[in-house]
């Protein structure tokens, strides 16, 4: 999906931030709305930034050789039990790294 949306609104060009997130470059203020709805078709269009879902984690044991942990797993299953839109605003903003 991304691939596409970039291929038609971006030039072909994703940009990903060093907080992990993905960012569709030269966009038209005309193309934004349509770009919401392909995301939010595909589950993507919650805005979660600063929220406890919004982890920033490294690859740990699964692919880096460095690591003496694996992080993939505790960022999902972290992202699971505040899986709700309602629950993580509650919360209020809560920035989470994790480390391997």
């Known amino acids: ?15 990903v931030t060093h ?4 960012v569709l470059p030269h966009v038209r203020k005309a193309d934004l709305y349509a770009i919401w709805q392909a995301l939010d078709g595909a589950g993507l269009a919650p805005a979660n930034l600063d929220l406890i879902s919004d ?14 942990a694996r992080s993939i797993p505790v960022a ?23 480390s391997g």
């Open 1 to 15: 999906l991304m691939a596409d949306l970039a291929e038609r609104y971006s030039f072909d060009e994703l940009r």
């Open 19 to 22: 907080a992990q997130n993905i």
């Open 55 to 68: 982890i920033i984690a490294c690859p740990g044991l699964d692919y880096c050789s460095l690591a003496n």
């Open 76 to 98: 999902q299953k972290i992202a699971t039990r505040f899986a709700d839109q309602n629950r993580q605003r509650d919360l209020g903003e809560l920035k989470l790294k994790i």
